[in-house]
């Protein structure tokens, strides 16, 4: 431990993950703290980081409003109804309001957008998406982020936030280590916003073997975003809405663009709309809500998991028709070569010309996120002007541990902010935090070299764990002694797989399952004191599991606690089969004691800010 260099920085705002939140709240601090001390931490390189990394072909939220497209409200409607009722409507008003001028901005830095040859507008997608050449996305909101901050730290892995001494519940900053070169890294801080992305393989995926670590959602989203405050008390929100995506079956192609721009549908192997089967069926799990417009998405997901149980599989996309447009052609290929080129790949490899094969479909493993057709993520607060009083604790996007923000998958209960409304509500989180310090709320943090020198002893141990362990190696990688990451990860993705609803089930769980996962989660963390690690990327890789670990705690809990079946399609509740608006119209919040490490539920109300009116036909 001696040889372990560390280094103590100093901030005012520290932004940990430099995706689209973090590199939008490194950008908006800026602004707002013109003479702060700006510094944003990364696992990777900024350039090439998170969810964006390989570029994407649309960004999915755009209002439009400086042409009357959209409103904020007609948002919160479309989130409202997808989510089954269940979102924080203050959070989406709020981000829908500002997504527009991220929008503007992007397209002044040189990301290229494509246009409406007629209109001149953005090139619309669905109503809600514009279309893109986003294959440099990344760099470019990258570059903005890297011209604000003081300071940028790529390959350095936070594991672990600081909190103040001397104020309970206070912040204090954040720890993390270099994985190439080892060292260790403390950053005191008077405000942190975790901006760390959601989470993929905390289930078992379907790709294994060669294909082992291929997802829909980046393999490198380990849930830091959620581990990070819940190991130091701050309440969480509707993690039990883990999300399912259909996708393009090997390659987790995105569906959005054929769907929406292409205009391609679904059959299934006898070239049925196996949708409509399944409505008297869904009617009676969820009522009304499978009359509404557009179907939510775990709705159609639900009819697709049910048409394959019952053997009407494999489900196809229905390309051959589109594809015969030139111009539609190259727009199927060009969105994956943008965004998803392993798609591109399968496809070839497979002889699969869209052209001619209609192209099959899946259902994904599950993820845990707070930014797409799901609102998994920390419990914060709302903006002063839109949120009731259960809703609101002084700073907006602040979570429930004094001067803690969040920003895009982290935050829960506002979903379908996708790309551009991730990097906003970094911006909202960023305009806050700095008003905090404005406020005089960070005064005399204290944290002591006590509390961070006995954080690196338990950083560190899987490296000791692995060099003494090592010794006692029976066989290639079997060590009575301790477990590599990978080996724990596998166990993490089964126990998740096969008792909290993932494939191995068809997404179904139920109390007694959840018990017993639960148990096994124990045992899992128990074990996890004796992860060994033989160099800083494996050590990594300890800390990405232990993360995961603790993140699918939380929603193992949370699926417990749901008594209803809200979102089939995503999962289902044997037990409880039906959705349940009597007692279940509500948010579930989760808090986990730092010391006892036991969790605590509770209910809390939904309110619906924005009234009914019925959405404009989506185009
Ligand atoms: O169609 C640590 N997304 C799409 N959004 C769109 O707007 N349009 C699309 O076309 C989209 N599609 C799509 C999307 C994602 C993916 C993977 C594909 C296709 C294939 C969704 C958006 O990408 C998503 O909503 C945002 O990126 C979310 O932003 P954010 O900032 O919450 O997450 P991030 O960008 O992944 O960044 C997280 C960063 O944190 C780092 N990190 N750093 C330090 N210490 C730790 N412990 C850390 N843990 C993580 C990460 O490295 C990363 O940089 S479509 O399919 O929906
Ligand atoms: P995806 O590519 O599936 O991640 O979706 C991109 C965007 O298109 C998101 O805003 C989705 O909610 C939306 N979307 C995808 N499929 C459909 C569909 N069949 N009907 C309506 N919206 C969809």
Redesign the pocket.
């Known amino acids: 431990m001696a040889k372990i260099n560390t280094h103590v920085e100093e901030s005012d705002v520290l932004i940990i993950g430099g995706g689209m939140a973090g590199t939008g709240a490194t950008f908006e601090a800026r602004h707002w703290g013109r003479d702060l001390k700006i510094v944003c931490v990364e696992k990777a390189n900024i350039d090439r980081s998170g969810a964006v990394a390989q570029g994407l072909y649309?960004i999915?939220c755009y209002m439009g409003m400086q042409w009357n497209e959209n409103q904020p409200e007609d948002h919160v409607r479309y989130a409202r109804n997808?989510l089954m009722g269940m979102v924080r409507e203050d959070l989406g008003y709020d981000m829908a309001r500002h997504v527009d001028s991220t929008v503007h901005m992007f397209d002044e830095w040189g990301l290229p957008m494509m246009k409406n040859e007629k209109t001149g507008r953005y090139l619309r997608e669905?109503k809600?998406?514009i279309m893109i050449h986003g294959e440099s996305y990344k760099p470019i909101v990258a570059e903005a982020a890297k011209k604000s901050a003081d300071k940028i730290f790529n390959r350095i892995m936070v594991t672990h936030l600081l909190m103040d001494d001397e104020k309970e519940n206070r912040i204090g900053g954040a720890v993390g280590f270099n994985m190439r070169t080892g060292d260790y890294h403390v950053f005191k801080a008077k405000t942190v916003i975790v901006a760390a992305g959601g989470a993929s393989h905390i289930f078992k995926p379907r790709a294994v073997g060669e294909g082992m670590g291929r997802t829909w959602y980046a393999p490198w989203s380990n849930g830091s975003a959620y581990a990070l405050p819940i190991a130091v008390g701050a309440k969480m929100t509707q993690m039990e809405n883990r999300i399912v995506?259909?996708r393009f079956k090997d390659g987790y192609g995105?569906?959005?663009?054929y769907?929406?721009h292409l205009k391609t549908y679904t059959q299934n192997a006898n070239g049925e709309n196996y949708e409509k089967k399944w409505y008297d069926h869904t009617k009676n799990l969820v009522g009304e809500y499978i009359d509404h417009h557009?179907t939510p998405?775990c709705l159609?997901n639900h009819a697709f998991i049910q048409e394959v149980m019952a053997g009407g599989g494999p489900i196809q996309m229905v390309t051959k028709e589109a594809f015969q447009d030139p111009h539609l052609e190259t727009v199927g290929w060009e969105n994956f070569l943008g965004m998803t080129v392993g798609q591109a790949v399968v496809w070839a490899s497979q002889n699969i010309d869209p052209k001619y094969t209609n192209p099959e479909l899946t259902t994904s493993e599950p993820y845990v996120m707070g930014s797409?057709?799901t609102c998994s993520g920390a419990w914060v607060s709302g903006p002063e002007d839109l949120s009731p009083p259960e809703y609101f604790w002084g700073y907006n996007r602040m979570l429930t541990v004094e001067g803690l923000f969040g920003a895009g998958d982290t935050v829960g209960g506002s979903a379908?902010k996708?790309s551009s409304g991730s990097f906003t509500e970094g911006r909202l989180a960023a305009k806050a935090a700095c008003k905090y310090i404005e406020d005089k709320k960070a005064e005399g943090i204290k944290v002591s070299e006590k509390q961070y020198t006995d954080l690196k002893e338990v950083i560190y141990k899987p490296l000791e764990n692995y060099t003494v362990g090592r010794n006692e190696i029976t066989g290639g990688t079997v060590s009575p002694s301790y477990i590599s990451p990978i080996q724990g990860l596998q166990r993490l993705q089964r126990i998740m797989d096969e008792y909290v609803g993932g494939i191995a089930t068809n997404y179904m769980t139920n109390e007694n399952m959840l018990n017993r996962g639960l148990e096994l989660l124990k045992w899992l963390e128990e074990d996890l004191e004796n992860v060994g690690a033989e160099d800083y990327h494996q050590l990594m890789r300890a800390w990405e599991l232990k993360h995961r670990t603790i993140t699918s705690q939380c929603v193992t809990e949370h699926t417990k606690f749901r008594e209803e079946t809200r979102w089939p399609g995503y999962y289902y509740r044997g037990d409880h089969l039906k959705l349940d608006d009597e007692n279940w119209h509500c948010l579930t919040v989760s808090r986990r004691d730092p010391k006892t490490k036991e969790f605590t539920m509770e209910k809390v109300p939904v309110y619906h800010i924005v009234d009914d009116k019925k959405e404009k036909k989506?185009s």
């Open positions: 649309a999915n997808d669905g809600w998406q995506l259909c995105p569906v959005g663009a769907f929406l557009p998405t159609r797409h057709a379908h996708f989506a």
